[in-house]
Nanobody, 124 residues
Framework: QLRLVESGGGLVQPGGSLRLSCAASGYTLEYYAIGWFRQAPGKEREEREEVVCMNSSGEGTQYADSVKGRFTISRGSAKNTVYLQMNSLKPEDTAIYYC??????????????WGQGIEVTVSS
């Protein structure tokens, strides 16, 4: 069973940067499509926003308009970690961030595995 663990969250000032990691123990993520989602304060889990999804090929990555140009998804060289680099953070980026994986390797299919989530707070 694939298990995803997020790390790298915390408190950051507006305009600052954070890098989130999504790691899989004992598995490679290179054949999975990986998505990052976020759940803003006061929102239900069903209202999670898809921030970005990257196919296993690495092509056709789609970012939400709200983060385009500020966030970047990438795969680690060890192939069991995916990163979300977040720059120019705004207070409205405050949320619990989740990574998720699609076994079929393509975005647009249902995500089969989810991490537990990690909190990101952007505040002065």
């Amino acid at each position: 069973q694939l298990r995803l663990v997020e790390s790298g969250g915390g408190l950051v000032q507006p305009g600052g940067s954070l890098r989130l990691s999504c790691a899989a123990s004992g598995y490679t993520l290179e054949y999975y499509a990986i998505g990052w989602f976020r759940q803003a304060p006061g929102k239900e889990r069903e209202e999670r926003e898809e921030v970005v999804c990257m196919n296993s090929s690495g092509e056709g990555t789609q970012y939400a308009d709200s983060v385009k140009g500020r966030f970047t998804i990438s795969r680690g060289s060890a192939k069991n970690t995916v990163y979300l680099q977040m720059n120019s953070l705004k207070p409205e980026d405050t949320a619990i961030y989740y990574c998720a994986a699609v076994s079929r390797g393509l975005c647009g299919y249902e995500f089969d595995y989810w991490g537990q989530g990690i909190e990101v707070t952007v505040s002065s």
